[in-house]
Structure formats: C-alpha cells, structure tokens
C-alpha cells in the first residue's frame, strides 16, 4: 500500500513563504508524474503544479512565478516550494501520485 505523506504547512503572513514537503512510501515517484492541488473551503479543488520524470513542470496560472516544484528521487519527496504567500494561497494542499493522495497540509495566509 503506498502511502504519501504531507508536511510542512502551516499559519504566514502575506509577503512570506512555506515548503511543503511530501513523502512517499516507496519508489512510486521516481517511475511517475507528481502533482500538488489545493482545495479552499467552498472552492473547487485546484491543480497547483505537477513534476513529470524528466523533471518537466507545469503551474497554474495563480501561483507561477511564486511557486517552485522538484523532487529528490533518493529521497522519495517531493517538494513545493511557495515564496510571495497571498491570502488566496489559503487552502489544504495535497499531494498526489496514480490514483495515491496524501492527507493534506493545510496552509493559512494572512493579511
């Protein structure tokens, strides 16, 4: 069973930044593309970036610019580095890999 781990998230002011990390069991990220979405309360869950195996990226149009994904394949993690938080950005962020979603870290802006 694999098993995707978030962490990192957490209460900043606007202007700052987080970095979410999120773990996986086994090798599952080294052989397929991982991607973060985010879902608000009373929003529609929102793909926030995603990391092929070759290391393409792609970013929603809200957070390029601010928002950086990579991975570390020794490490099975991948990483999604936010700079210039804005209240918008509050949200639970998840991670996800196939069919595989992590629990969510939930990430709160203030202004």
């Known amino acids: 069973q694999v098993q995707l781990v978030e962490s990192g998230g957490g209460s900043v002011q606007a202007g700052g930044s987080l970095r979410l990390s999120c773990a996986a069991s086994?090798?599952?990220?080294?052989?397929?593309?991982v991607a973060w979405h985010r879902q608000a309360p009373g929003k529609q869950r929102e793909l926030v970036a995603s990391i092929s195996t070759l290391g393409s990226t792609n970013y929603a149009d809200s957070v390029k610019g601010r928002f950086t994904i990579y991975r570390d394949n020794a490490k099975n993690t991948v990483y999604l580095q936010m700079n210039s938080l804005k209240p918008e950005d509050t949200a639970a962020y998840y991670c996800?890999?196939?069919?595989?979603w992590g629990q969510g870290t939930q990430v709160t802006v203030s202004s």
């Open positions: 996800t890999c196939q069919v595989y």
């Open positions: 086994g090798r599952i990220f080294r052989f397929n593309t």
